[in-house]
């Protein structure tokens, strides 16, 4: 009896071709599709299990990851690569058939996480930082009770 094993289970996969198979994925497809505000659900629902709550229930603008200047200048294909780099030196990519079926899953949900992280986050963060910042320091309010209080001890001390 003869051993038949298909060729997707004899050739492992390169480093451009796990590149090139998450540059084509959804969620980069959505984001670079500027007539999408909010990305589609994902087969693998990774927005889902990185906010561990439903994907429904956050509204994850797009446009704010398009318009994010990172302040250290890293590319979304630097993080693509990144990524890719970290699962080869771990791991390794496998043959076809596992990458499909195992590791991409993985390296589609890391790089969500990673976008997430890295662009929708601050730009997020940012705004509530400021509108709390003008809520805070307004007069009367606590914050600028606390200045006035503070500046009183440090005038009197001189």
Known sequence: MMDYSPSYNQCSVSKDFA???LK??????????NNI????????DAISKIIKTNSSKINIDLDKIRTYKHPSSIT????IID???????RCGLGSLQCFVTFVYPKLYCKLVEEILN???LPATLSVFQNSFKRWYYAPGNK??????KSYNILSTNK
């Open 19 to 21: 590149c090139k198979s």
């Open 24 to 33: 084509s994925s959804q969620f980069l497809q959505d984001l670079n599709n």
């Open 37 to 44: 505000k909010y990305p589609r659900k994902d087969p693998y």
């Open 76 to 79: 979304i294909d630097n993080i």
């Open 83 to 89: 990524i890719v780099n970290k699962e080869i030196n």
């Open 118 to 120: 890295q662009y929708w």
């Open 143 to 148: 914050g600028y009770i606390n200045c006035i």
